[in-house]
């Protein structure tokens, strides 16, 4: 287990509720900071201090490896801007004032400058030691432990352990739709259609019980948005199909009302279709035809 520092003092409110933590791969200048590149070091079970000035507000545990993504909501950054992510679990919510964190960290080290203030940026590691004694202070001590001895679940800690597994799939499935939304705007990925937001759905183009946790997490490529006017249903039951140029095409035979929703659709170009997101519609296209050929 590793102890992490995250200053969240523009930002904390919109994603401590969604469990995010996104830090851009580049800045301006085309380097990453050294304290977004710590992001990339998070592993789940991990513990993350969250500061908003002047105190410590929360506590949080890491629940997924960081992946590739968009920003989140919350993130005041261009949508476009590729970065990476992970999921975190609330633990609680704390009140440690700033004096009490200065004198129980180490100067020089961390969110500590040497002289004994805080220093400006996102996400530094703590010294162990010093972090447990946060903890205590705020009536941590006891954070729970995941079993050594349960069964392995993909990138998620506590193994086996439900309470959590439940936890990350909803941290993820949160920010999920949100970002496609900043992603594609409020237009349908098949049929076009620009919809209020509550009329779309991000619709997994690989099913999401045929993803790995790795897939999953893909979030920028495993999901598009798809409308509720039968766009979303169309795809998820193999009646339409994305070929390998990213266009939409006819996948298993429906009733003549199907065929002349069809006509809409066959042709048009899928925005969601790149060289990362291929291979999901390319999963999907393949499976449809196999259950074909099986009911043929």
Sequence with gaps: MKFWWADQSKSFDMVFEDGTLWAARSGRRGAQLDYWRNLNSASPGDIVFHYVGPHVRAVSRVATMPRPAYPPRGYDVHPGTKGALVLTEPVCEVQIPRETVLAVLEDGYGPVNADGTLRRGYFFPLVPDQALALMRWAGLENVDEPDPGAEAFDQYLGGASDRLAVTAVRAEQRFLRDQQVR???????????????ELLVAAHIKPRWACSETERMDTGNV?????????????????????????????????ARVESRLQDLVGRRCPAYGEESGRYFAWHRQHHLDNQAEQS
């Design 183 to 197: 992603r594609w705007g409020s237009s349908c990925c098949l049929c076009g259609g620009s919809l209020s937001e």
């Design 223 to 255: 999901a598009m948005l798809a409308c509720l006017f039968g766009c979303d249903a169309l795809y998820e039951l193999g009646y339409i199909v994305v070929d390998d140029q990213g266009r939409i095409g006819r996948g298993r035979p429906g009733s």
